[in-house]
């Protein structure tokens, strides 16, 4: 997020600290000192008291599974680095990350393939998406070359079905190797590469 706390020419105005969201007036969002964060409360309520600063070399702790599918991913994660650090929040308890790359839905994400779903993650400033289908409900995953998208049924695969989940993946590499995962995963969907 950039903000109303950058200058005109791009030096900060204000020090760290809770301010008014610039996007909805009931909220407060806090300002690191250069940029807005995800962190925000309630703007009639106290303010929280200020985030400690982690140090800017820090990189966020992966979950195993989950660091072991970005280190396999070959066309990039581009845009969706957000998504994947925020991935472990959106699992189940049991549920293993077996492959992952970035895709575009509503926006620049993450699809994830698991041991139990084929999910897609986007969080946006002002828009989220996050479909998920579950294995058990998956009739159909398609994927197709040429317009490059990735598609989930919960029905049977026609012209007038429509799918539960659709993103385009980029590289081919890693659209087969979501396809591989979810071969592996379930036994249920029939998956096909057209």
């Not at 140090?55 to 998504?83: F, N, Q």
């Amino acid at each position: 997020m950039t903000g109303a706390a950058a200058g005109g020419n791009g030096t900060v105005d204000r020090p760290a600290g809770w301010l008014p969201d610039p996007l909805d007036d009931s909220l407060i969002r806090y300002w690191d000192g250069h940029r807005w964060t995800f962190e925000t409360a309630a703007r009639h309520s106290p303010a929280p008291p200020p985030l400690p600063v982690a140090p800017a070399a820090a990189a966020p702790v992966l979950r195993a599974d989950i660091a072991g599918a970005v280190a396999r991913v070959r066309g990039g994660l581009l845009g969706a680095m957000k998504e994947v650090k925020l991935l472990a929040e959106h699992l189940m308890p049991d549920e293993q990350v077996l492959a992952l790359t970035g895709a575009h839905g509503d926006g620049s994400g993450v699809l994830v393939c698991t041991n139990r779903r084929l999910l897609f993650l986007f969080i946006g400033i002002v828009r989220r998406q996050f479909l998920a289908v579950e294995w058990n409900a998956a009739k159909a995953v398609v994927y197709t070359r040429s317009a490059r998208t990735l598609q989930v049924f919960t029905t049977r695969p026609s012209k007038r079905a429509v799918p539960a989940l659709s993103v385009r993946v980029y590289d081919i590499t890693d659209a087969e190797a979501i396809i591989n995962a979810a071969q592996a995963a379930s036994a249920a969907p029939r998956l096909d590469v057209a």
